[in-house]
Structure formats: structure tokens, C-alpha cells
């Protein structure tokens, strides 16, 4: 469900990305340097990302079998690495099974210590070694890209955010390159829509957790999706792709920081009747990068410290939590106007199958 670029072809993709931040980093910030763009990242972030490949673990086996790894920079040339068995989350991994490694770089080669092998990448190769010496498997840095990356909005469409136009948020500031910043809210309320958006999370190597590019959208200011650099975590309820602190995404789907993401959602608005008593739960549907993370989910209350539920349309709001976390390519189907049902939208299927490798 995604497309690839190889890590042959990386530098070619990074020169090509006009659309990131001029570079900059918060040397000063008390959780470490925050870096927008890949020409000032640490020399981490080279290494950082996914891989995917081959593995024979026995030397007699006659056939390999697909593996795939994310590795994490945790700072100051420290790695977590999580391996995978059958391709990526999302795209062939065999779930559950999962296992870790640890990283350290010593300038253009990182050492890899695992349990069962030992590895080392060096450039966009990633090699795994047995115990005896040999060669194990060997992977390719990846990058995986949303196939609704770059989604064109229909005729019917609100397009909230082009690159240009403001009028549809409040007190919204804009970067240099035209992104539009965390910490503003639409002018519109909505009821039930679908919506498509694209964002960006800074790379923050030092930061754990909630400080590590924390933004959100916030449904009618009710219901976060979480924003946050989850890239090889397990995705727990207040992770990247979660309602936030109540509901886990089915799979973590985060990609690697200063990479371009997208969610897609379709949402239907809790009912109350006449006296105010609520009749049915607010129901949600999230694609993180093209693949469900949840399934027509009921969500029997406000997350966070977001605004008591209520029958009434609200305006969506992008959460600040002080990370320069950017947004792009927002637009909305209002599925309260007659006809709306029958828009075409990104017919993405509600399915969580992996796609083979």
C-alpha cells in the first residue's frame, strides 16, 4: 500500500523535497536540538529509517524469507532497532512477532548487537551476521511514501489548506515554504466529514515520548487523533495514530521523522436525542498512510482535555504542544450537505491485509 524509493536513489529524493523547511535546529531546546530538515540533521539520521531484505538464519536452508527492520536514533549515536519478521508494519510484517536490537555508530558504520545475530550498516546497506561470522541477511534502506500522498480533493470539497489561502483557520501562521504551522483552529464547525491531511514531524533525537513532536488533530476539538514521533514504538493509546489516551491504532503505521505523512478520516459524530441523552458513540475510521488503523471505531468519550461531547458541529483544531510540527494538503467532504454520501472520496479499503513484499 505504499510506494518505495530505494535507498540508491535517497539522495536524489532528498534533494528533490522543496517543500521542507529552510534548516534549522534548536540547538538551546531542554530536551535537545529539534531539527526540520535533513540537510542540518546529526549524523544519526543517516542511518535512521527502515530496511527491508532478505534473512537465512541456517546456512543449510536453500531459501531466505523476507525481514525487515526500523531503526530508531535515540541520540548521541545510540539506536533502537526493532526487526521484523515477513516486511514492514503494515506491509507484510507477521504479526505479533517482533524483536530487538541495539545500535552504536562510530562515524560512518553502525555496530548492531542483537540476541540471535550481530549486524552493521554501513551507508544504505544493513547486514546481518551469525554467530560463527557469516552472513545472515542483508537489507536496503527504504522509503516508504502514502498512496494518498498528494491527494487531489474533489469538486465538492472544502479545501481548507492549499499552501496559500488562510481564510479557513484562525490566527493560523504560515512558514516560509508555505506549511502551515500547529496551533490554529478552523473559522467552520463540522459535523460529520472525511477528511484528508498531511503532516510532518520535526526530528528531535534526544526527546522521549510526549515531547518528541507532539501535535494533534482535534476533532470538533473533542476527539484527538495523536500526532507524535512514534516511528518503532509499540503504538499505545497516547502514540502516534491513537484516539488519544483512549484507543491504540490497530498497527503502528509512523513513519520515520522529516517524512511526510498522512491520515485520512472518516468521522460520524456521537448522537443525543431531544433531551440531550447521548444514543450512540462517536464512530471513527483512520488510514495512517494509506492503511486502516481504525476500523468504524466507537469512541464512548472526549479525549484528553478536549471539549464535552455534545450533538453540535465544532471547529477542528491542530493541536500546539510547543513542537513545530507542519501541515499540508487539508481538505474536508462535509458529509451533513445532500448528495455528500455519494462524492467520490479515496475509496480506500477497510481492510487491514498486509500487501506481500
Known amino acids: 500500500m505504499f510506494r518505495f524509493t530505494r535507498a540508491l536513489g535517497f539522495l536524489a529524493a532528498i534533494l528533490g523535497l522543496g517543500q521542507l523547511l529552510v534548516a534549522f535546529a534548536w540547538a538551546d531546546d531542554p530536551e535537545g536540538p529539534v531539527y526540520t530538515t535533513r540537510a542540518e540533521a546529526d549524523a544519526d539520521y543517516a542511518f535512521q529509517g527502515e530496511y527491508r531484505g532478505w534473512q537465512r538464519a541456517n546456512p543449510s536452508w536453500r531459501s531466505s524469507e523476507s525481514v525487515a527492520l526500523q531503526v530508531v536514533a535515540l541520540g548521541e549515536g545510540r539506536f533502537d532497532v526493532m526487526k521484523y519478521y515477513g516486511g514492514l508494519p ?20 553502525v555496530a548492531l548487537t542483537g540476541s540471535q545475530f550481530q549486524g552493521e550498516i554501513i551507508g544504505s546497506t544493513l547486514r546481518l551476521f551469525r554467530p560463527d561470522g557469516h552472513l545472515a541477511g542483508q537489507l ?125 478520516i472518516d468521522f460520524i459524530n456521537a448522537r443525543f436525542d431531544a433531551q440531550g441523552q447521548k444514543t450512540s458513540n462517536m464512530r471513527i475510521s483512520v488510514w495512517h498512510n494509506g492503511v486502516v488503523i481504525h476500523n468504524s471505531a466507537p469512541i464512548p468519550h472526549k479525549t484528553g482535555a478536549g471539549k464535552p461531547e455534545g450533538p453540535l458541529p465544532l471547529p477542528i483544531k491542530l493541536q500546539d504542544h510547543g513542537n513545530p510540527v507542519v501541515y499540508r494538503n487539508i481538505w474536508l467532504i462535509d458529509k451533513t450537505q445532500p448528495g455528500a454520501e455519494s462524492i467520490p472520496w479515496l475509496h480506500l479499503p477497510l481492510t487491514a491485509a498486509p500487501v506481500p513484499l
Request: hydrophobic share 30%; net charge negative.
Open 90 to 109: 503494515g506491509s507484510g510484517w507477521r504479526k505479533p512477532d517482533k524483536f530487538t536490537m541495539t545500535g552504536v555508530r562510530n562515524a560512518d558504520r
Open 140 to 264: 536496503t534502506r527504504v522509503e516508504r511514501v502514502s498512496p494518498t500522498m498528494g491527494a487531489k480533493p474533489p469538486q465538492e470539497a472544502i479545501v481548507l489548506f492549499d499552501g496559500h489561502d488562510l481564510s479557513h483557520w484562525k490566527d493560523a501562521q504560515l512558514t516560509p515554504e508555505g506549511l502551515l504551522q500547529a496551533g490554529t483552529e478552523t473559522v467552520q464547525e463540522f459535523g460529520d466529514f472525511r477528511l484528508h491531511g498531511e503532516f510532518m514531524l520535526p526530528y528531535k533525537p534526544l526527546a522521549r515520548g510526549q515531547a518528541r513532536g507532539n501535535s494533534g488533530f482535534y476533532l470538533q476539538g473533542r476527539y484527538e487523533v495523536q500526532v507524535l514521533d512514534s516511528f518503532g514504538l509499540e503504538g499505545i493509546e497516547n502514540e502516534c495514530g491513537s484516539l488519544y489516551k483512549t484507543k491504540r491504532p490497530d498497527t503502528n503505521l509512523c513513519l520515520p521523522p522529516l517524512q511526510w505523512q498522512t491520515y485520512d
